[in-house]
């Protein structure tokens, strides 16, 4: 190869690296642009626009919802720490049903750098969870199995990057994340898994306290391609589909759920929308997150009539909108 060529390309690649290290991140930057850009991105995606002040479908809505709805409690459940502390002042009691941490995975730790991790290690059991506090859709999130056998430096280098904000939903579209601060949790590793060794999990769709209907997924953090299959309360299939995602034949019910139903009716009381994100285990149903934005509104609901039929169900008070 030509060294000069070779040397511009070497030039290129560092340029780019370093457009992405010091590129200000979506929080920092005004309303208009953030409307503009997430604007431009659905009609590529969608192949058409329209007025985000009079959303119709919920696939529009969610597109409202996280660019202009303004409730500053969201910002505290969106925290993965923070939100456990919304649930036990919520749901929790102390009773004997309450023992993992009000229907939680037990947190052991919270820190708010790489120094206050590393200070920590030794104190952590042997086998945890590591996850940043404001990432979802599996990302930024490591299970430790055996901490004597893990690769510490590895561990370290892959977390130092979450306490970017470029690398968490900070830099995103989302409105309820942007007064929050990139930290890391240690919780326990809850094992939930079915014969497959998959996780399974569900997933309601709440609308102010009215509990829609729940899909189902079964899928390891490394598959994406993984069946969502709708249900209504009844455990009856719905015809519906998410995105390219696939549809199963049938799933497994879970053994909790009309407590999953109630505690979803108590937690989305006030809430335009939330999707509330369970795991079912022998004892009880323990909360994985409370969920705005599902897929940033960047996932088609099919059918169309249905993705329709949901957004009459969210209503968005005017007075809450940024204008």
Known sequence: MNKNVSLKNRIFDIKKKLRIRFATPMYKMPLEYRIKK?????????????????????????????????????????????????????????????????????????????????????????????????????????????????????????????????????????????????????????????????????????????VKFVYTTSRTFADFDYPRTFFDLNWNKINASLGSHPTAETAEKPKHLEEMIEISKKLSKGFPFVRMDFYDSEEMPMLGEMTFYPTGGFMPIEPHEFDVELGELMHIPPDMMLH
């Open 38 to 210: 997430d604007m431009e991105v659905f009609e590529r995606t969608y192949g058409y626009k329209f007025d985000l002040y009079n959303a119709k479908s919920f696939t529009e809505k969610i597109h409202a919802y996280k660019l202009l709805y303004s409730n500053p409690v969201m910002g505290t459940i969106v925290d993965k720490y923070e939100f456990k502390n919304y649930i036990k002042k919520k749901i929790g009691g102390g009773d004997e049903k309450t023992t993992k941490g009000d229907f939680c995975a037990k947190t052991y730790g919270i820190y708010e750098n790489l120094a206050e991790l590393k200070r920590a290690w030794e104190s952590l059991p042997k086998e945890f969870v590591l996850k940043s506090t404001i990432s979802s859709d599996g990302k930024n999130i490591i299970f430790v199995k055996d901490k004597e056998t893990t690769d510490f430096k590895a561990i370290c280098k892959e977390v130092k990057k979450w306490f970017n904000p470029r690398n968490t939903l900070l830099n995103s579209f989302s409105l309820a994340y942007y007064n929050q601060k990139p930290r890391v949790l240690a919780e326990e590793w809850l094992h939930i898994m079915n014969d497959n060794g998959n996780l399974r999990d569900y997933k309601f769709f709440c609308f102010d306290g009215m």
